[in-house]
Nanobody, 124 residues
Framework: QVQLVESGGGLVQAGGSLRLSCTASGRTFSSMGWFRQAPGKEREFVGAISWRGSIFYTRYADSVKGRLTISRDNAKNTVYLLMNSLNPADAAVYYC?????????????????WGQGTQVTVSS
């Protein structure tokens, strides 16, 4: 049974940082992504990472580019989302997603598995 478990969410002041983690179990993946959903809004793409061996490829939504960084630890089957310079617009439930495909992008339907989400709250 495949499971994705996110952690690391919480309350942070504007300008602060958080690092989210997503650990996969049940199988290994080579492409994973992060999405977020704020109250009353649609789920939106944040970023994704795909890899083969030591070579990896990341892409980010324009709204977070330069502030968020995705990385992975293959040995731990874990992907991280480091978020810097957070602002209230970043507050949302953040979801980790994984795909059976080797390369994915911004569409939610490219991903086959989803975590339960972790809440990020940013105080102004």
């Amino acid at each position: 049974q495949v499971q994705l478990v996110e952690s690391g969410g919480g309350l942070v002041q504007a300008g602060g940082s958080l690092r989210l983690s997503c650990t996969a179990s049940g199988r290994t993946f080579s492409s994973m992504g992060w999405f977020r959903q704020a109250p009353g809004k649609e789920r939106e793409f944040v970023g994704a990472i795909s890899w083969r061996g030591s070579i990896f490829y990341t892409r980010y939504a324009d709204s977070v580019k330069g502030r968020l960084t995705i990385s992975r630890d293959n040995a731990k089957n874990t992907v991280y989302l480091l978020m810097n310079s957070l602002n209230p617009a970043d507050a949302a439930v953040y979801y980790c997603a994984a795909s059976a495909a080797s390369l994915t992008d911004y569409r939610a339907d490219e991903y086959d598995y989803w975590g339960q989400g972790t809440q990020v709250t940013v105080s102004s």
